[in-house]
């Protein structure tokens, strides 16, 4: 495993600089994603607030076993790249790999429940909008809630697939010799991208599965 060309950029003036301006411009991208959820987060509240009870009743209907799966499986996979880093620091490449592998398979088991999950709701009408037709939850809240829930679910769903697709990338750069432990920064930056996507699910697991 070789680079073929230096990874590293003149205009930064230094190794360290490069290393800083990365990480920078990844918290900057994870704050304005931080915005994005923390906006339906209080939405969420809002109407948590005008449906206490139909939210309640209709949180029933969702996968609440099945979604501490998910939560197992999406830490677990955290701890997967958290080892991942700890490896290419030590320019242990191929266990970068096989880490990264393992964390992107919990990720697309995540999905899979994820998947299945969304054809339940679609068999029984607990769908937003126009196509609601849950009978056992008033349709005034009931819908509010479960289009919430696909919004949250959803759009965290969409940042899991571009997480992956990343850890992907990872994987590939790991196995080309592209990432040593001189240069490891998009396995540190990369890691924190997911990291952030495995923690918004932390909040969006209790608010909606757990509401009492």
Do not use: C
């Not at 800083?20 to 990844?26: E, K, T």
């Not at 080892?83 to 398979?105: D, E, P």
């Not at 196509?131 to 289009?147: C, D, I, K, N, W």
């Not at 990343?166 to 990369?190: M, S």
């Amino acid at each position: 495993m070789s680079t073929e060309s230096s990874p590293w950029e003149e205009h930064f003036g230094s190794r360290e600089n490069q290393s800083q301006a990365a990480q920078l411009g990844m918290w900057i991208f994870l704050g304005s994603e931080v915005l994005l959820f923390t906006n339906l987060f209080v939405g969420y509240a809002v109407y948590r607030y005008y449906y206490p009870e139909v939210f309640v009743e209709a949180s029933k209907h969702l996968k609440a076993d099945w979604a501490m799966v998910q939560t197992l499986l999406l830490v677990t996979s955290s701890l997967f790249v958290v080892l991942a880093v700890h490896a290419i620091r030590q320019g242990r490449q191929l266990q970068t790999v096989l880490v990264l592998v393992l964390a992107i398979g919990m990720g697309l088991g995540f999905l899979g429940i994820k998947g299945w999950e969304y054809w339940e709701h679609w068999k029984e009408g607990a769908l937003p909008g126009e196509y609601y037709r849950l009978a056992e939850v008033p349709e005034r809240g009931g819908s509010l809630f479960f289009t919430l829930y696909f919004l949250l679910t959803g759009l965290h769903a969409i940042h899991m697939l571009v997480a992956l697709g990343l850890l992907g990338w990872l994987v590939w750069g790991a196995l080309t010799g592209k990432y040593t432990a001189e240069y490891h920064i998009p396995v540190e930056v990369g890691g924190l991208y997911w990291h952030l996507v495995d923690i918004f699910w932390l909040f969006i697991f209790p608010l909606l599965y757990l509401v009492e």
